[in-house]
C-alpha cells in the first residue's frame, strides 16, 4: 500500500527526532565533530626515545612482532611499548619525560616484572599513557610552569599535573589472580566475568603535583607530607592522599644496587646491546647461553615480549631450579597483566602447542593455584600427585612446582624437572608419604 | 444455535452496562499483598474472583507473585526458611512466594545460598582496604616459597561456642554442622527428664537429609545412599563403568546388614575391597586427564569408599544404624543417644539439605533450652 504524501512527511520526522535523540552530541560542539572516529585511533609521532638504542622494544597495535627502537627515534601512539630497565622517553613537546627504572633489586612491595605502555594523541595534555603494567616515573621536564600528563591504567584516567619544574612521581601497577580462581573457558571481554587483582601506587618522589581522580583534585607534595595515592580494582579509586614522612626505601632512586643487581643490569644492558644489533637473534642467543644469568634475562625478555613458546619450552625441561620458578611465575604473572591473558594462553596452548582441552585447562588451573579452603583437603594433594604422573612434562613440573610449596619435607626428596616420567614415578611415591592428614569434618564436602 | 448467540448478546449488554467497578475491581484489594503500591510487587499472575465481605470486596483464588515480596508480614519473619516436610527430594518444586510463608524449592535455595556467600566474600573483600594488597603479597610469597603463616582463628571456650551455637548469626554456622555438634556434645549436661516436653519428633525424610562426619559417619552415609550412589561423572565413562556397576552391586550388599542393624558378612567386605581396589587402579590414568575440579571430585569419593572399607574391617558394626528410624523416624533424644554412643558428628549439609539441618538446630535448641530450665 503506498504511503501518502503527509504520512511520508510524518514518517521522515519521526526517522529524523529518532536521529536527534539516539545520536549523541558530541562535547565541544562543532570542533569536536571535526575529530576522527574513536574506531579508527591515530598513529601519530607522539614522542621521542632519550634513551640508548635497543632500550624500547615496539609494536604495532595490530601486529604481532617486536622491533627494538633506535636512539632518539619517533615514538607513535597506539604502539605497545616493552621498556627496559634503563629506558626513557619524552614527549613530543618536551615537557613530560618517562622513565622506566624496572625493579632490580626486587624489592617492590607488589612485584614487578616488565614494564609496557601505550602512548596516545595528546589532547589538552603534553602527554598521555597507558601503563599496562610495571614501574614508570613521570618527570616535568618544562624550563618553566606545569606539565600535565594524562595516565592511564586498567578501569582508570588520572590527569596529572605536575605543578613545578623538576617535579617526579612514581607509579607502580601489579596484578595476580587470587589463589583459588578456578579456570573457565569464555568468551574474551564478556561483561562480568573473573578478572584478577590490580593495584597501583603512586608516591611524588619531588616537587608538587595535583592529581585528578575521576573528578576529584587530590594536591601532593613529596615526603614528608601527603605523598601517595593507593588504587585498587576492588574498591572505589582513592578521595584521599596518604602521608609519608620519608620516601620509603624501594622508591629511592639515589640507592645503590646490590652485586647481584649490578649483575643483573648488566646482563639486561648486554642484551639491550644485541637487541638493537640483531633483534632476530638476541633472545636465542641469551636462551641457549652457558651461564645462567642470560638464560633468565631470556625468560624475562619473552614473558614481556609474550613470546610464549619459549617460556613453554623452558617449562617443558628447565635445566635449573632456577629457570623453573622463575618461569612458573612470569606464567603466573603474564596471564594476570590483562584480564584476557588466561583465554590467550589457553587458546595459545591448543592452537600452537597441541595440547588437549583438558590439559589446556589443568595448566591453566595449575597456573592459577588454590585457595585455603582447596589446601585443606586432602584430595587436593592427591590429584597433584596424579598430575606429577602424567605424560606432559609442562604439567608435572607445574604440580611439583606447588607440592614443593605445600610438603614442607618435599625438598628431601630431589625432584628433577627436566627428568623422565619415571623419574617423577619414584618421587610421587616417596611424597605420597608425606600427606597430610585428612581433616575431619570437612565443611562443604558434598558440595 | 439462537439460543447461544442471544445469550452472548444478553451476556455483551450485562457486561456493558455495568458499572465501571464491577468489571475492573478495585486495584487496592486485588491482589491483598502489603506492597501492592510498590511497581515491583505490583503485577502478578492470578486466578480468582473478587466476593463482597463485610469488610468490602476481597480476592479469592492463588496468586503467583512475579517479584517475591519480603516477609514482613509472614509468621516467619527475620527467621530461617521452614522446612518444607512435602519438599523429600532436591530440586523438587514447592510453593514458594509470601503466602506460602517462604518456603521454596531447595534448588533455588542452594543457589540463592551460594549467591549470598559470593556476596558476603565480595562485602569482605570491600571492608578490607588492604584485600588487594594482601592478596598481590600472597601469591608474590608463594612464588618464592616462602608460604605465609596461616595463623588459624582460635577455638573459642566452650560456653561462648555454646551460645554462638544456639543462637548463630549465619546459617552458615548450622549447615556446616558446626553447631549441631555443639549442641551435641552439649546435650549429656541437661536434664533429659525435663526437655522431655520438648523432645521433637524428627521424621524418616529428615533423618535421611543428615549427613554424618566421622568414619563410622561416612560409612552410614554411604550406606544409606546405597542403590543411588552420587557417583561422578567420570565414572560413567567407558573404561570404569562396568567397574562402577561392580562397585555399587558389592556395595550393596554390605550395606544392607548394615542398615538392617547386623554387622556385614566378612566376605562380603573382601569382594568390596578387590572391586574397589581394580575401580581405583583404572580410574589413576583416567582421573590424571580429568580438570581440577573433576579429579577432586573423583579422588574424594574413591576416599569416602576407602575410609568406608577400612572401617568395615576394623570395627564392630551392629546396630550403627536403627531400621526402625526408615520406615517411624525419631526423636530428638534418640538422636543424640545414638550419635554420641556410637561417635557420629554431624557433617556438612548436602546442597538442597539445608531446610532440614535448620529444622533441626531448632529442634536441638529447644529441647537443650527445655532441659537447662528446669536445672536453674
Redesign the interface.
Known amino acids: 500500500m503506498a504511503m501518502s504524501q503527509p504520512g511520508l512527511i510524518a514518517a521522515a520526522l519521526v526517522v529524523m527526532g529518532c536521529g536527534l535523540v539516539l545520536t549523541p552530541s558530541p562535547p565541544g560542539g562543532a570542533s569536536a565533530a571535526a575529530q576522527p572516529p574513536s574506531s579508527q585511533p591515530r598513529r601519530l609521532a607522539v614522542a621521542r626515545v632519550l634513551s640508548a638504542a635497543g632500550s624500547f622494544a615496539s609494536r604495532l597495535a595490530t601486529g604481532t612482532e617486536y622491533r627494538p627502537l633506535p636512539a632518539e627515534a619517533d615514538i607513535h601512539s597506539t604502539d605497545r611499548l616493552v621498556a627496559f630497565p634503563g629506558a626513557n622517553l619524552v614527549s613530543k613537546n618536551g615537557r613530560i619525560a618517562l622513565a622506566f627504572p624496572g625493579d632490580l633489586l626486587g624489592d617492590a612491595p607488589a612485584p614487578i616484572y616488565d614494564t609496557a605502555c601505550i602512548l596516545h594523541p595528546a589532547e589538552e595534555v603534553d602527554l598521555d599513557v597507558t601503563l599496562e603494567c610495571g614501574r614508570l616515573v613521570v618527570g616535568n621536564t618544562a624550563a618553566e610552569g606545569a606539565a600535565t600528563c594524562r595516565l592511564r591504567f586498567w578501569n582508570q584516567t588520572w590527569t596529572i599535573a605536575l605543578e613545578t619544574p623538576e617535579t617526579r612521581l612514581l607509579l607502580d601497577l601489579s596484578s595476580r589472580w587470587p589463589a583459588g580462581t578456578r579456570f573457565q573457558v569464555r568468551k574474551m571481554n564478556r561483561p562480568g566475568s573473573a578478572a584478577p587483582v590490580a593495584t597501583a601506587l603512586l608516591i611524588v618522589l619531588k616537587g608538587q603535583a595535583t592529581v585528578d581522580v575521576g573528578g576529584v583534585a587530590l594536591a601532593l607534595t613529596a615526603p614528608p607530607g601527603p605523598a601517595e595515592l593507593r588504587w585498587d580494582s576492588l574498591h572505589d579509586p582513592p578521595r584521599v592522599a596518604r602521608k609519608l614522612e620519608q620516601l620509603p626505601p624501594w622508591a629511592d632512586p639515589q640507592r645503590p644496587l646490590t652485586p647481584p643487581a649490578r649483575a643483573l643490569a648488566e646482563t639486561l644492558d648486554r642484551f639491550r646491546q644485541l637487541y638493537a644489533r640483531e633483534p632476530d637473534q638476541a633472545l636465542t642467543r641469551f636462551a641457549t647461553a652457558k651461564e645462567l644469568l642470560p638464560r633468565l634475562v631470556a625468560l624475562h625478555v619473552a614473558q614481556a615480549l609474550d613470546v610464549l613458546e619459549h617460556l613453554e619450552q623452558t617449562l617443558h625441561a628447565p635445566a635449573t631450579k632456577d629457570e623453573w620458578d622463575l618461569c612458573v611465575t612470569l606464567l603466573r604473572h603474564w596471564i594476570a597483566r590483562q584480564p584476557n591473558h588466561d583465554q590467550f594462553l589457553y587458546d595459545f596452548l591448543l592452537t600452537r602447542q597441541q595440547y588437549a582441552p583438558a590439559e589446556g585447562r589443568i595448566f591453566l588451573q595449575l597456573l592459577l593455584g588454590f585457595s585455603e579452603e582447596d589446601l585443606r583437603q586432602t584430595e587436593t594433594y592427591q590429584v597433584l600427585l596424579d598430575y606429577l604422573t602424567h605424560e606432559k612434562a609442562t604439567l608435572r613440573n607445574l604440580a611439583a612446582w606447588h607440592l614443593l610449596r605445600l610438603l614442607p619435607e618435599a625438598p628431601r626428596f630431589p625432584y628433577k624437572p627436566d627428568g623422565s616420567r619415571e623419574d617423577a614415578l619414584r618421587v610421587r611415591d616417596q611424597w605420597k608419604q608425606l600427606l597430610p592428614p585428612p581433616s575431619l569434618p570437612s565443611p562443604g564436602k558434598e558440595r | 444455535m439462537s439460543a447461544r448467540l442471544s445469550l452472548a448478546v444478553v451476556g455483551g449488554a450485562l457486561i456493558l452496562l455495568a458499572p465501571v467497578s464491577a468489571q475492573y475491581p478495585t486495584p487496592a484489594l486485588i491482589p491483598p499483598n502489603p506492597l501492592y503500591q510498590h511497581p515491583a510487587y505490583r503485577y502478578q499472575f492470578y486466578l480468582g474472583t473478587t466476593v463482597p465481605t463485610v469488610y468490602g470486596r476481597t480476592f479469592v483464588g492463588v496468586t503467583v507473585p512475579y517479584t517475591r515480596a519480603p516477609q514482613l508480614f509472614s509468621p516467619n519473619m527475620g527467621r530461617p526458611v521452614p522446612y518444607s516436610w512435602w519438599s523429600v527430594a532436591p530440586g523438587v518444586p514447592t510453593p514458594s512466594g509470601y503466602m506460602s510463608g517462604s518456603a521454596s524449592s531447595a534448588a533455588a535455595l542452594a543457589t540463592q545460598r551460594a549467591f549470598q556467600a559470593a556476596q558476603a566474600e565480595a562485602l569482605r573483600?570491600?571492608d578490607d582496604?588492604e584485600?588487594?594488597?594482601r592478596?598481590?603479597?600472597?601469591?608474590?610469597s608463594?612464588?618464592k616459597?616462602a608460604?605465609p603463616p596461616?595463623p588459624g582463628l582460635p577455638p573459642l571456650p566452650p560456653a561462648q561456642a555454646l551460645i554462638q551455637a544456639l543462637t548463630p548469626e549465619d546459617d552458615q554456622l548450622i549447615t556446616?554442622?558446626?553447631a549441631l555438634?555443639t549442641l551435641l556434645q552439649a546435650l549429656p549436661t541437661i536434664d533429659t527428664r525435663a526437655a522431655e516436653p520438648a523432645n521433637a519428633f524428627l521424621p524418616p525424610q529428615l533423618l535421611q537429609e543428615i549427613?554424618f562426619?566421622?568414619?563410622k559417619g561416612e560409612l552410614l552415609n554411604l550406606a544409606r545412599l546405597s542403590g543411588r550412589l552420587?557417583f561422578p561423572e567420570v565414572f560413567d565413562q567407558e573404561p570404569l563403568r562396568p567397574l562402577k556397576e561392580n562397585l555399587e552391586r558389592d556395595f550393596a550388599a554390605v550395606a544392607l546388614p548394615l542398615l538392617a542393624g547386623k554387622s556385614p558378612d566378612r566376605a562380603a567386605i573382601a569382594q568390596l575391597e578387590n572391586t574397589l581396589l581394580r575401580l581405583e587402579q583404572a580410574a589413576?590414568p583416567v582421573?590424571?586427564?580429568?580438570?581440577?575440579?573433576e579429579?577432586?571430585a573423583a579422588?574424594?569419593f574413591l576416599?569416602q569408599f576407602h575410609?568406608a572399607l577400612r572401617t568395615l574391617k576394623s570395627e564392630n558394626l551392629s546396630r550403627l544404624w536403627n531400621p526402625n528410624w526408615n520406615a517411624l523416624g525419631a526423636n530428638v533424644a534418640d538422636l543424640a543417644q545414638h550419635m554420641l554412643k556410637h561417635q557420629l558428628?554431624?557433617?556438612?549439609a548436602?546442597?538442597g539439605s539445608e531446610p532440614a539441618y535448620l529444622a533441626l538446630h531448632r529442634a536441638l535448641t529447644a529441647y537443650f533450652l527445655a532441659g537447662q530450665k528446669t536445672r536453674k
Open positions: 573483600l570491600r582496604p584485600a588487594a594488597q592478596i598481590i603479597a600472597a601469591q608474590a608463594y612464588e616459597a608460604p596461616r556446616s554442622g558446626q555438634n549427613r562426619a566421622t568414619p552420587p589413576a582421573i590424571r586427564n580429568l580438570s581440577f575440579d579429579a577432586t579422588r574424594r576416599n575410609n558428628r554431624f557433617d556438612a548436602p546442597s
